[in-house]
């Protein structure tokens, strides 16, 4: 007699059930950014995420991140008429009283939520402006890289300053072109908020056409907010954050610091991590600190001229000599305004977490308008980003303590904004040369640091022939 055996199925395996898993998952991925509304989709549910995590907290009128300080000077300002620059020396500039103190116009209890709705109005047009207007929503990798860092760097881009400065720039650099009296309003506000998009100003004023537009509605802005203050009677303390910035240590993070911070891991004597009690931030110090301290801010300001002086050479060549090229007044004004804010960021010793949102909105502009060159950038900041939430909030605590893996996540992150100033002084140094009338091509090759884009390669080529024929 027959019998018949019967077989249990097998059970998949977990590698094929994985790889499974992520076919699914990259399909579901192509329909959502092929979908016309896939882009708003995301936008949407990146922040509907963030109100309900913060909803526990708003529900019982908290608030969170650095906006427990800025609520106590909203308060105070309009409770009992102690304001800012008005009253008293501030850390930020006299613009930012109005993203701070604008919140608590509906009381306390809903300064968290009225502080997010105002934050996803901001972020909703950067991102219609960077899809032209919401046409160009499919397969924009621009304003997916944008969605994306906006995701890494959430707990600072909801819950400081920066959330706000950062939108503006993006949507100012867009609108450069086609709106430059717009652009110059929204820089300035920006820049009266945090001082950081002066960066951007500086390289608009020196490579782009529309300076002079720029200039006069920057120059509206500040009569406007000297004004306010003056009649406020705090015109004497409108600069006060300068030197209320000058005079503090090495931040923990900056990448300045980086020394330091190996230093104290390592127990050298006199290296130690501390808390600035007055600005409630954590400070490193060690042998040899004191040029960092009291020298940093000159060093910043010098490279930064010599910048100034490169970005002017390619967009205008050197007097007397002819130009052997024309230029991309577009590409020179986002790669000036790049390396303009990464200088700002890796010679600063102040380097808060938030200052990543210095660097994303130029390089998501640079995506959108110049993807061939900004391709690296992207890259190097989306690794930032993601680095610098570890670091903060997620191991935060680790670091203070200087543990080895907190350690080496920092200075990681900020090898890459060191790599990523780098790569925008060989591009700018590239440019100028170019515009010089020299054989700017062969300096990427002498240094051996990046292979050239297909796009650049293609324009090197013909640089080369031209030079040739000249020959």
Known sequence: MSTQTSRTPERPRPARALRDLAGRLASRRRWVRQHPHGLWWTFAALHAALFLALTPLMLSGGVSGDLPLYRTWATDALSSGSWPVLDFTWV???GALLPIVLPNVLGE???????????TLLNGVSLWVLTDRGRRTVETPAAWW??????????????????????????ALVLLARRPRVAGLLLAGATWIKVWPAAVIAAVMVASRRRSTVV???????????????????????????????SRGLQLEAPLSTPWVWMAMLRVPGASVYQNVALATREVMGPGDTWAINGSTELMLGVVLALLALLAVAAFGLPGARRSTSGDEVQLVLLGALTLTTTFVVFNKVGSPQYMLWIAPVVAVGLAQRPDL???????????????????????????DLQPAAVLALAA???????????????????????AGLPGWTLRRALGLLAPDRGVAAGV???ARVLDHER
């Open 461 to 463: 080529a013909t640089e």
């Open 92 to 94: 930020y500039p006299a």
């Open 374 to 400: 900004f391709r690296v950038p992207a890259r190097l900041t989306a690794w930032a980003a993601g680095l610098t939430t570890l670091v903060f909030p997620v191991m935060y605590r680790e670091l203070i």
């Open 216 to 246: 006069r509605s920057a120059l509206l802005v500040t009569a406007g907010v000297a004004a306010a203050v003056a009649l406020g009677g705090g015109l004497s303390r409108i600069d006060t954050f300068i030197s209320t910035q000058s």
């Open 146 to 171: 944008w969605l994306l860092v906006l995701f890494l760097l959430s707990p600072v881009a909801f819950l400081r300053l920066e959330g706000f400065s950062a939108p503006m720039v993006l949507t």
């Open 413 to 435: 992150r900020n090898a890459i904004v060191v790599a990523l100033f780098g790569w925008c002084v060989v591009r700018l140094m590239e440019a100028a040369l170019a515009a």
């Open 109 to 119: 209890s809903m300064y968290q939520f009225v502080w997010l709705v105002m934050l």
